[in-house]
Structures are given as C-alpha cells and as structure tokens.
C-alpha cells in the first residue's frame, strides 16, 4: 500500500456487522486458540484506532464477553483529580501510548496486554494493584499464555506503580531505596524494562501535565540504578561537595549560583547561606517570586553555613541572573522582604478573585519511614499554589522538624510532593499531628459546601 493508504483513518465497523457478531459470533474456548490471542494482539497494537474499536465491540456486548472483568471498570469514573478519563477509557489510551512505544521493550505483547490490565482490580474491593495481579493471572491463563508469561504479566499488574511511586516519593541516593524495588521485582531486567514503558504510557493516558522531563528523569535514574544492582554492578557515589562551594561556605555570607541541569529545561540553583531556621522557605519563596519551579531539594551544611541545592524549572522563558536571586535572598532573610505578603499578592494576581485556596479535593498525608533512624517520609498530595515549597518549608520550621530533602512533582494543577524529615529523638504522635495541622494550614483545602437553603414555602 501506498504511504497515504497506510496514514488513512480505519473506517468505523458498521452497526450490520457488529450486531451480526454479537447474535452469531460462536464463544471462544478455553484456553484461547492461538490465533485468537495473536488477533487480540494486532488490534492491540493498532494505536489509537484500537480505543474506537474496542468502544464499538463493548457496546455491543462483545468485549464483556472476551473480558467480563471488564464490567467493574466500565464507565468507572476516576478517584483522581488528576485523571481525564473513565478507568476503560484510561485503559485504552494507555493501550494507544504502550503501542508508541513498543520498540523500547522485547516483549511488546506483554507491554500491551499489561497497558490493557493494568487497572483492572479497580472497582472492587482491595488494592486494585493486588486484586488486579489475580484477575491478570486468570486472564492470562484464558488467553492460553505461557505460565512464565502469565507471572510476568501479574507482576507489571502488581508492580506498575512501583517506579513512579518509588522515584517521585523516595531517595534515590540512598541503596536501600534501589535494593527495595530490585528485590520487589526478583532481579528480573525485562520486568523492569517493561514497567518503565508502561510507567511512561500509564502517565501519558492519565491527563496534561502528569508527564514530563522531571518525572521522565526520576523514573529513568531509578532504571538506571536498579539495573547496576541487578547486574551485581557498584551504585554511583554521589558527587563530593564542590571545594570551591566549601570555600564559600567557611567564608561566610550570602552565595547563590546558577546552573544548566541534566534536562533540556532544568537548572541547579546552589544557595550558601549562615544555617539559620527559615532558610529553605525564604529561598523557596525567592525562587517562587521569580517563577522558577522547585522540582527537588538537598540540603547540606558545612560549618557555621547552609548548602542547599535546588533543581529548577523555568515556568516561562529563560531564569533570572543569580546576582537578582542572591540580592533577594539577602532581603528576604533580612525581613525587608515580606515574602509572605508578595506571595499573598502574586496568588490573588494569579486567581484573580481571591487567595486562590480552594482545591478539587481534599489533601492527603501519608507517613513512611526510613532506613536511617530518627528520620520518616512525609508525602504530600494536595492542588499546588503561589509558593507552595515555601510555606511547607515554614510550617516544618514552625513545628521544630528538619527538612533533608524534598522532592517535588507537578502534575497538571496537582502535587505529589514528598519530604524527608529529620524528626530525632522528638518523634511522636503528638508532633507528627502537629506538623499535619501546620501543613494542612497552607495547602489549598476543598471549599466549604454552601449552607442548605432556606425553605421559604408558607403554609
């Protein structure tokens, strides 16, 4: 065929045929013929001209009957704000985006099939992640696949939230953290391989802005170093503290430099300053001010000063001067920038009716802990707002906890921030809710229903 027969639309199947198959189609056996399963394959892997078919075959009843699980996800609608579609239509543009990138993996019918299943457990009652694992597995014996390729095929239902999650909430410096996801995946590099397509295309079929350069980055320095530790290689040590940052540091003052990063937009933004309480939040708020986006934080120290390293994105165009950022900083830690004030004013300026706090739905918490004592993960999911990292950092100030690090995720209006707090011998139920209330006090909370109405009926 020629290229334009190959790039034109699928014609739509019609109502004739559909209705002919769903009276006179006969049932398939159990486990399914080869051919069948090869079939399911080629529609699979047809793109996005896969999501109408599939539409038009459970209209009419005929995808229920290849997959009745799919009942409990039909028209489901997400939990998520964050989510454009129903959980059947998710799956499919997953399906749509696994098909782009089938090049990337060996086993593109087990990426597919598991971009088709991956949310199937929702719906139901239980981790739709374990619950999903064992519906895959009966599924996968139906199709009649090998046994081997039905455990691959539970374990990317089972784990295909296990990269995200781990790259986005947790430290990738530290071992523990890599050891963790090779051991949860027995070792298995084509596993691997396979979750980190379908991480991308599972991202990509959930809404604007969940996939990005940042998580891009995360998910694949997780891979990277999960295949050293797979391969019984030596992790990467991080970098020593340059000696020219050190020298500035035992000197004293206020630095700030500015850097290109490792992605195509990113910047390393590095701020010497004396180590005093509100640091974190006054250079947050700075680099706020300047619309430069905090997609994760590390502080050091050395001497009597703070060495706090910042990767940034620009929200529009091209970063400040580094000169503009330390003079800011300067007032800033001085009180002759009221930092809270001009954030205040750069959000009602953003909304434009208000503080701009109301959120789609309620933030969540979520406490997690550590392999090093006296520290825990606390992970944030909440709408994002004007200077968020900056009155998180304050209000983690103001309840005596010591941020290490901070890893920031944007996605679309959402947030999925997670920070390692160094809470020591003071950990305690009774400061860990404290320090939810002093979060829970900055980050945009749903708004209150309106009060019933009146009834004005007389009699």
């Known amino acids: 065929p020629t290229s334009a027969a190959r790039s034109a639309p ?43 078919a599939v539409e038009a075959l459970d209209r009419t009843g005929l995808w229920g009957r290849l997959f009745p699980e799919w009942g409990a996800v039909r028209d489901l609608p997400p939990r998520d704000a964050m989510h454009t579609w129903t959980v059947d239509r998710h799956l499919m543009e997953t399906v749509a985006f696994a098909s782009g990138l089938s090049t990337r993996v060996a086993r593109p019918d087990l990426l597919a099939l598991g971009a088709l299943l991956h949310d199937i457990g929702k719906g139901r009652n239980g981790d739709h992640s374990i619950v999903g694992a064992e519906l895959a597995t009966h599924i996968g014996r139906r199709l009649g696949m090998w046994p081997s390729d039905v455990r691959t095929l539970s374990a990317i239902v089972r784990h295909h939230l296990l990269l995200p999650d781990t790259a986005t909430r947790r430290d990738l410096a530290d071992p523990a953290t890599v050891q963790h996801v090779a051991d949860a995946l027995g070792g298995d590099v084509g ?48 970098e020593p503290i340059d000696p020219e940052l050190l020298e500035k540091a035992t000197a004293g003052g206020v630095h700030v430099t500015l850097a ?6 990113t910047f390393v933004v590095t701020v010497i300053a004396p180590d005093e309480p509100g640091l974190l ?26 060495i706090n390293t910042f990767v940034v994105m620009p929200k529009f165009g091209d970063p400040p001067d580094a000169g503009l ?46 392999s090093t004592p006296g520290q825990v993960i606390l992970e944030l999911r909440a709408d994002d707002r004007v200077g968020l990292l900056s009155r998180l ?35 305690s139920p009774a400061l860990r809710d404290r320090i939810e209330k002093a979060v829970l006090d900055v980050v945009p909370r749903p708004a209150p229903a309106p009060p019933p109405a009146e009834n004005t009926d007389t009699d």
């Open 10 to 52: 699928t014609p739509p199947m019609s109502a004739t045929t559909l209705n002919r198959l769903s009276e006179d189609a006969p049932e398939l056996r159990e486990p399914w013929p080869k051919d069948a399963l090869n079939d399911l394959l080629v529609l699979l892997g047809a793109g996005r001209g896969s999501i109408d």
């Open 191 to 238: 596993l691997l391989e396979l979750l980190h397509a379908l991480a991308e295309a599972d991202s990509m079929a959930t809404g604007p802005g969940v996939w990005g350069d940042w998580k891009a980055s995360l998910i694949g320095d997780l891979v990277r170093r999960c295949r050293l530790v797979m391969a019984g290689e030596p992790l990467p040590q991080p």
């Open 260 to 265: 290109p990063g490792d992605g195509k937009h």
């Open 281 to 306: 939040s006054d250079a947050a708020g700075v680099l706020a001010l300047h619309a430069l986006r905090v997609l994760s934080a590390s502080l050091g120290s050395a001497g009597d000063s703070a």
């Open 325 to 370: 950022l330390r003079q800011e900083l300067i007032r800033a830690t001085s009180g002759a920038l009221d930092l809270p004030a001009v954030l205040a004013k750069r959000e009602a300026e953003a909304d434009g009716t208000g503080p701009g706090r109301y959120a789609r739905a309620a933030p969540r918490l979520i406490w997690s802990p550590v």
């Open 393 to 427: 950092a304050g209000a983690f100030a103001a309840t005596g906890a010591n941020v290490r690090w901070a890893k920031v995720v944007t996605m679309g209006s959402a947030v999925v921030d997670a920070f390692c707090l160094e809470l020591g011998d003071t950990d």
